[in-house]
């Protein structure tokens, strides 16, 4: 209704010639300052409407990709747990290809700042903080009931070999999150807490690598066995000094 409403006014506005619409900034002619704040403070509201919605429907939509996929994700009961009416949704999304890359995204940030969060805490070592992201991973597989699993890596299991787009996006997280363990892998280094000798750039691949297909076991076994069997490789074989 909102939108409506804001189209419905800068159609108006422009038919009088107030205001360019094919001009990314309003070209004011003969609006007065408070004409001008009013237009604004309503792009404002408005805009921070839709981007609330828009969220709203990432979010409501990361959650039935994650357990369901994302074939069996349908839009209607995203639309309807988001609240949003029916015809909405390809104002948002041009598509549901688009909808999905976008919640790529929403897991990732979620891998960055909760998972992963341990990863970015240099305010200890490097190597405790790979450790603590094994303890924050297995306490997070084991309040799931050990289940779902990591989104990331399910989605690359679904979508990775039927479409392009979702692959290299998806070959773009896994970078990222590589990244994230890099970093502590040469904070761990300079810190003389593994040996000089380790290819870091190949050890924060296999760690990333490994951690994956240990979740996957994770999910079959429905134990965190498999997580503290990787864990104990890592810090007692490969991260040596």
Not at 106 to 130: K, Y
Not at 166 to 172: C, I, K, M, P, T
């Amino acid at each position: 209704m909102l939108f409506f409403i804001f189209n419905k006014l800068l159609f108006i506005l422009s038919r009088k010639g107030l205001i360019s619409l094919h001009n990314k900034y309003f070209k004011k002619s003969h609006l007065t300052l408070i004409d001008d704040w009013s237009i604004l403070y309503i792009y404002y509201i408005i805009s921070s409407k839709m981007k609330e919605t828009k969220n709203k429907l990432l979010m409501v939509g990361a959650k039935y990709v994650h357990q369901k996929g994302f074939n069996n994700a349908g839009l209607q009961e995203i639309l309807k747990e988001a609240n949003v009416p029916k015809g909405s949704f390809y104002f948002y999304f041009k598509s549901k290809e688009q909808f999905g890359l976008e919640i790529i995204d929403v897991f990732l940030n979620f891998f960055e700042n909760e998972i992963g969060g341990d990863l970015s805490d240099t305010s200890i070592g490097g190597l405790n903080r790979i450790r603590n992201f094994f303890r924050t991973t297995m306490r997070a597989l084991e309040n799931a009931n050990y289940a779902g699993g990591c989104p990331i890596g399910n989605l690359s299991l679904e979508m990775g070999d039927i479409n392009e787009n979702f692959r290299l996006r998806l070959s773009e997280a896994f970078s990222l999150m590589e990244e994230k363990i890099l970093d502590c892998l040469k904070d761990a280094q300079l810190a003389g807490e593994i040996d000089q000798s380790i290819d870091i750039k190949s050890t924060a691949s296999f760690i990333i690598n490994s951690w994956e297909g240990a979740i996957v076991r994770v999910k079959t076994e429905k134990s965190n066995i498999p997580m503290e069997l990787l864990k104990e490789i890592i810090f007692k074989k490969i991260l040596t000094n």
